[in-house]
């Protein structure tokens, strides 16, 4: 969902004596896809238990493969395997201390291997950087003439996979990467270039699907289904490792549906889009984003609280930007920020239920984590709740009041409502090891998480820039750069994109920091990976997800692979 923004007009009112006479905006949001599709679902305990004895000696076979003695050359090219089959958070402590011991100089590439060898090189750079371990980008600079340009010898048709693995490696670059920044330019112009010349092959389709969207910046178990199925036309597939990948897939797609359908059938209960018909209806897509940002099976109750907590933002995001009247927006910010069910009977009749499942939602977290000596976690998550209602509503009198803030203003309060702070901390919530003193350190607002809130914000702006003019709204992050900086909006919309791609340096530079685990560090950088899949191409994947999100839905929670 991300920043589910719309036309910022609470509704005005022609006579406030009259409740028939309050003029609403019709926003006309798109239905549910969906309908009854997941509200149901049994598990095969059988077909379960059948995959899971399978799977464990498959695994045995794949820890043989990680621990035996080969160069380190096949070890880089298996662990990219591993990971893009979905597999590697079964090997997580032998993958990292393959990569350690590559990275301390322990595992060296052989005489016979070539050290200028760009794919390896390149791989082996991704994969470091990925796993928190500092790999330097001068080792690229072997491949650059003395004009600081890259070798054009590196343009060949006998090394397109060299060419698309520094494309790969250079989405990991940083602030003041020079180097990287033009691997990034060099090697995207030529494989471009040579893109619609290659024929048709398993190389192909991987070239296209980089160039579509990036593997880094890909939601991972999106890019699991795609690759299995063209890990399946490799030639040097391993039929172990691929039969595994598709048993493990369809396993835990098991558990993603009984867990969506404890999501649609809550939704269901609630009843809020048949009473709050102006709201978007978007439980699955919600269940989605939960799964991209974990969707390993130990987070289940994670990921259904996570998306328990979206579908409540996007709602009350909705009755603040569609359909809410200032004055009925004024008591529903004070009685959120009471967090107290007296305060319903003030609350004009629509926005009781609202109000009522919002709390009863953060009861039962509640009922859930404090037994477990966790009620901290809902406390923090409450707390941005109130944070972003709030938020909203100094947005709503922005434009009662034609008010247009500085950029500066508008950003203090946009980043809150772009919705990033407060899902990073629901999505800590579930997850047993976000300890108090990760919350304290989320809440210091480290460069990873301002990083991450930004790209959710600027990139969000531009997607939905058309589309809230069209709406009449005038305090538009962009137009209050417009305005404040005297530039176009084709040059603005530019800067955007600027800042989102410096924001994502900062993201990968955040990766490093050692003050939390890399586990809760990855919920972080899979929120920005959302973006860059929801708002692929300037679209809005979320409001209307049938282009952009419905292949990927299907793909994750509707078709299993034949085994």
């Known amino acids: 969902m991300a920043s589910v923004e719309f036309n910022k007009n609470p509704a005005t009112i022609c006579d406030v004596h009259s409740q028939n006479d309050i003029v609403r905006?019709?926003?006309?949001?798109p239905p549910s896809l969906w309908g009854?599709?997941?509200?149901?679902?049994?598990?095969?305990?059988?077909?379960?238990?059948?995959?899971?004895?399978?799977?464990?000696?498959?695994k045995e076979e794949a820890r043989m493969l990680i621990s035996c003695e080969s160069k380190l050359s096949e070890k880089l090219v298996l662990v990219d395997t591993l990971e893009r089959l979905g597999l590697s958070y079964h090997f997580e402590n032998e993958i990292q201390e393959q990569l350690t011991l590559a990275f301390n100089g322990h595992l060296k590439l052989e005489l016979e291997e070539n050290d200028d060898d760009l794919f390896i090189i390149s791989l082996q750079f991704r994969l470091l950087r990925q796993h928190a371990l500092d790999a330097p980008s001068s080792v690229f600079e072997r491949f650059v003439e003395n004009n600081g340009e890259f070798k054009k010898s590196l343009v060949s048709d006998d090394d397109v996979k060299g060419l698309l693995s520094l494309y790969e490696a250079s989405y990991l670059r940083r602030t003041d990467e020079e180097i990287l920044d033009k691997a990034f330019s060099f090697s995207k112009a030529h494989l471009e270039f040579v893109a619609s010349n290659l024929p048709e092959s398993p190389l192909k389709k991987h070239v296209?699907?980089?160039?579509?969207?990036?593997?880094?910046?890909?939601?991972?178990?999106?890019?699991?289904?795609?690759?299995?199925?063209?890990?399946?036309?490799?030639?040097?597939?391993?039929?172990?490792?691929?039969r595994l990948a598709k048993l493990d897939f369809n396993l835990l797609q098991m558990q993603h549906k009984m867990e969506l359908s404890e999501v649609t059938r809550w939704w269901k209960e609630v009843d809020l889009i048949s009473k709050l018909s102006f709201a978007r209806d978007r439980a699955v897509e919600c269940y989605f984003w939960s799964v991209g940002v974990y969707s390993e099976p130990q987070?289940?109750?994670?990921?259904?609280?996570?998306?328990k907590t979206i579908c409540m933002i996007s709602v009350i995001d909705d009755t603040f930007d569609a359909y809410g009247t200032i004055d009925e927006l004024t008591v529903f910010n004070d009685a959120v920020q009471k967090w107290d069910i007296s305060e319903i009977d003030r609350l004009p009749e629509y926005m009781k239920i609202l109000y009522r499942v919002l709390l009863d939602l953060y009861?039962?977290?509640?009922?859930?984590?404090?037994?477990?000596?966790r009620p901290y976690a809902v406390h923090h998550a409450k707390e941005g709740m109130q944070q972003i209602v709030g938020s909203y509503y100094t947005e709503a009198k922005w434009f009662i009041k034609g008010h247009l803030p500085t950029f500066d203003e508008y950003m203090s309060v946009a980043k809150i409502t772009s919705t990033y702070y407060v899902l990073t901390t629901t999505s800590l919530i579930g997850m047993e090891n976000a300890?108090?003193?990760?919350?304290?350190?989320?809440?210091?607002?480290?460069?990873?998480?301002?990083?991450?809130?930004?790209i959710c914000r600027v990139v969000d702006d531009v997607a939905t820039y058309e589309v809230e003019k069209g709406r009449g709204q005038e305090a538009t992050g962009i137009d209050c750069y417009v305005k404040e900086h005297g530039l176009s909006t084709e040059v603005t919309i530019d800067l955007f994109y600027e800042m989102a791609e410096n924001a994502w340096k900062e993201l990968n530079e955040g990766l490093m920091n050692k003050s939390v685990t890399m586990e809760i560090l990855m919920r972080i950088y899979n929120f920005a990976r959302l973006i860059d899949v929801t708002y692929n191409h300037s679209g809005d994947g979320y409001t209307h997800p049938e282009k952009l999100l419905k292949p990927s839905i299907v793909a994750l929670l509707v078709d299993s692979f034949e085994v």
């Open 208 to 242: 296209s699907r980089a160039l579509y969207q990036s593997y880094v910046r890909g939601i991972p178990r999106v890019e699991t289904h795609l690759f299995i199925s063209l890990y399946e036309e490799f030639e040097s597939k391993n039929e172990s490792l691929l």
């Open 435 to 454: 300890t108090s003193q990760v919350f304290d350190w989320l809440l210091s607002k480290p460069k990873i998480v301002e990083a991450n809130v930004t």
């Open 299 to 307: 987070y289940g109750i994670a990921r259904i609280m996570l998306a």
């Open 36 to 58: 009854d599709v997941f509200n149901s679902f049994t598990m095969d305990i059988q077909l379960s238990d059948m995959y899971t004895e399978e799977i464990k000696v498959l």
């Open 363 to 373: 009861e039962s977290f509640d009922a859930e984590l404090s037994p477990k000596g």
């Open 25 to 29: 905006p019709v926003a006309n949001f």
